[in-house]
């Protein structure tokens, strides 16, 4: 207790700057943590395994992201309402409860294990918005949340390079291997989570700049539905789309690069993901310089809409064989996460410092992230029982070319929905004190 008091007294004399690097990188150790309980039973193949003729490891991932979807509808009352003193046992406790449900899904025979993927994807599901609620309200948050947002890159890159490793070199069966790949992480996590929790609050100056952030009512949380529902109809529906292409490239890199020629090259995962977290935490940063809530809201749109281009444009090159297949994860990888991002933090981050409502972020990008995880669900299932005799690069390879062009239609309307809406609010506004 001693040592916990002396240091938040310690931190409150830091310099605004230090907080902000303080606060990014333990909230990207915490979610960097989080993804060895998620991620790492991608890396493994299940080879010859299958269950009601459907291969045994889209079960897994299928039965995951189900969970993952489940939380994040639950989240939208759950994260939006969460006080602050609970958030960091909370986050321990939502790890602890998706790494036991691994222990389960280890000792259980196939195929009943199934379920287990499913218990630990709904715990884990909810991490994102209780450690993102540390750094939402501040002049810094592009900065934080960008670091954040590389996390899940880089440590999916990593976590899953760590869990080949333990299998390749450890000899862990597969199933034994998610479980073992967290143990790795736990102690890192419980840290992590120590220190963020320790972060001071905005301080005044945050406030006039971002907005104050609450826990919202019911009635706090229909308002805001139906002051945006337009646009947040548009958007949600182009970063169903996304979630959809980016949760697939996720949890199938390995069938991905094994069909590419790369089955047995564990660092295959991590080589391709340094660069794309370089590049988007370098493009997002930079959205702390710009001072005006309204105009970077405005640029977050023009991110998302060259993300989907260069993702579209990578995928053509590659389908004409002018680059490889390394060249063309990484850049496919780069434009989607570069669309992804925003999603995630700053662009709603933005929008409610725009409007300046009474919101905070974890509420709206809730809503977008189940619809999107429920996007990922349906189009695993079709793929299954549709009849579609594709490859998983065939797939992903049309799926990339109807998702982008969609996504820069719907980003585009967006766009002028929501500056036409900031018009019409300043002009309210004027009139009123007129």
């Known amino acids: 207790m001693f040592i916990y008091k002396q240091w938040q007294d310690k931190l409150k004399t830091m310099p605004a700057w230090f907080i902000s690097i303080y606060a990014a990188v333990c909230a990207f150790g915490v979610y960097f943590c989080m993804y060895a309980?998620?991620?790492?039973?991608?890396?493994?193949?299940?080879?010859?395994?299958?269950?009601?003729?459907?291969?045994?490891?889209?079960?897994?991932?299928?039965?995951?992201?189900?969970?993952?979807?489940?939380?994040?509808?639950?989240?939208?009352?759950?994260?939006?309402?969460?006080?602050?003193?609970?958030?960091?046992?909370?986050?321990?406790?939502?790890i602890t409860i998706g790494w036991i449900a691994l222990l389960l899904f280890a000792i259980t025979p196939a195929p009943y294990n199934i379920i287990f993927l499913l218990i630990n994807g709904f715990p884990l599901g909810m991490v994102w918005g209780l450690t993102f609620s540390f750094l939402e309200g501040r002049r810094a948050t592009e900065f934080m949340g960008a670091v954040l947002s590389i996390s899940f890159i880089f440590s999916s890159g990593v976590v899953k390079s760590a869990g080949k490793s333990v299998v390749l070199d450890w000899h862990v069966t597969e199933t034994w291997m998610p479980f073992i790949t967290g143990a790795l992480f736990m102690l890192p996590m419980i840290i992590f989570t120590w220190l963020l929790n320790h972060t001071p609050p905005p301080t005044a100056k945050d406030v006039q700049s971002r907005s104050i952030r609450k826990p919202m009512s019911a009635k706090e949380r229909a308002e805001f539905l139906s002051m945006f529902m337009p646009g947040i109809v548009i958007i949600v529906t182009t970063y169903v789309l996304l979630t959809v292409l980016r949760d697939f490239r996720d949890n199938f890199a390995n069938e991905l690069w094994t069909e590419l020629g790369y089955a047995n090259n564990a660092a295959i995962f991590t080589r391709?993901?340094?660069?794309?977290?370089?590049?988007?935490?370098?493009?997002?940063?930079?959205?702390?310089?710009?001072?005006?809530?309204?105009?970077?809201?405005?640029?977050?749109?023009?991110?998302?809409?060259?993300?989907?281009?260069?993702?579209?444009?990578?995928?053509?090159?590659?389908?004409?064989?002018?680059?490889?297949?390394?060249?063309?994860?990484?850049?496919?990888?780069?434009?989607?996460?570069?669309?992804?991002?925003?999603?995630?933090?700053?662009?709603?981050?933005?929008?409610?410092?725009?409007?300046?409502?009474?919101?905070?972020?974890?509420?709206?990008?809730?809503?977008?992230?189940?619809?999107?995880?429920?996007?990922?669900?349906?189009?695993?299932?079709i793929k299954e029982f549709s009849g579609m005799h594709l490859s998983w690069t065939a797939f992903f390879i049309k799926a990339i070319i109807v998702v982008t062009t969609i996504g820069i239609v719907g980003t585009f309307m967006a766009s002028i929905y929501f500056r036409r809406k900031y018009l019409s609010r300043q002009s309210s506004i004027q009139t009123s004190y007129a």
């Open 272 to 381: 391709t993901e340094i660069p794309v977290s370089v590049i988007v935490l370098a493009c997002m940063s930079l959205l702390i310089l710009v001072k005006s809530n309204i105009k970077a809201f405005m640029i977050n749109h023009y991110i998302v809409m060259f993300g989907y281009a260069l993702t579209l444009g990578a995928t053509i090159c590659f389908s004409k064989h002018m680059i490889d297949p390394v060249v063309w994860m990484t850049l496919i990888g780069t434009g989607l996460y570069l669309s992804y991002v925003p999603f995630n933090a700053l662009y709603f981050e933005r929008m409610i410092a725009s409007y300046r409502v009474n919101s905070n972020v974890g509420f709206i990008m809730y809503i977008a992230d189940s619809f999107g995880y429920l996007g990922s669900v349906l189009v695993l299932f």
């Open 37 to 94: 309980f998620r991620k790492p039973f991608t890396a493994a193949s299940f080879h010859g395994m299958s269950f009601m003729h459907i291969e045994y490891k889209v079960w897994l991932v299928t039965a995951q992201v189900i969970g993952y979807m489940l939380s994040k509808f639950y989240g939208i009352k759950f994260i939006s309402g969460m006080k602050g003193e609970k958030r960091a046992s909370t986050i321990v406790l939502l």
